[in-house]
């Protein structure tokens, strides 16, 4: 078992930045992808950013492209996501995942093995 914990969401004007954090505990000792998904009240959660277990590959949603950046910590059992220039759009709960998977992170909701609990983003126009 793998056990996900986010931080850092909260409430931002926007055009602003926020920066969310992910520690991972339990089963770490194996090659786990992670990646962000968000959902937004009335909506489907949808992806937002993924890291494969070596950090080599990174995907991002079309939405976020340019303005989020993920990043890991594997000595750490940690992932992040920087975000900036943010959007009223960006309001959701943003949820943190996990893939049992060496290769290519996931970008389908269905494909990842563990999730945290959620932190709450709100964008202020």
């Known amino acids: 078992q793998v056990q996900l914990v986010e931080s850092g969401g909260g409430l931002v004007q926007a055009g602003g930045s926020l920066r969310l954090s992910c520690a991972a505990f339990?089963?770490?000792?194996?090659?786990?992808?992670m990646g962000w998904f968000r959902q937004a009240p009335g909506k489907e959660r949808e992806f937002v950013a993924a890291?494969?277990?070596?950090?080599?590959?990174?995907y991002y949603a079309d939405s976020v492209k340019g303005r989020f950046t993920i990043s890991r910590d594997r000595a750490k059992n940690t992932v992040s996501l920087q975000m900036n220039s943010l959007k009223p759009e960006d309001t959701a709960v943003y949820y943190c995942?996990?893939?049992?998977?060496?290769?290519?992170?996931?970008?389908?909701?269905?494909?990842?093995?563990?999730w945290g609990q959620g932190t709450q983003v709100t964008v202020s126009s």
């Open positions: 890291i494969s277990w070596t950090g080599i590959f990174t």
């Open positions: 995942a996990a893939a049992l998977t060496l290769g290519a992170p996931p970008r389908v909701r269905s494909e990842y093995d563990y």
């Open positions: 339990g089963r770490t000792d194996r090659s786990i992808a």
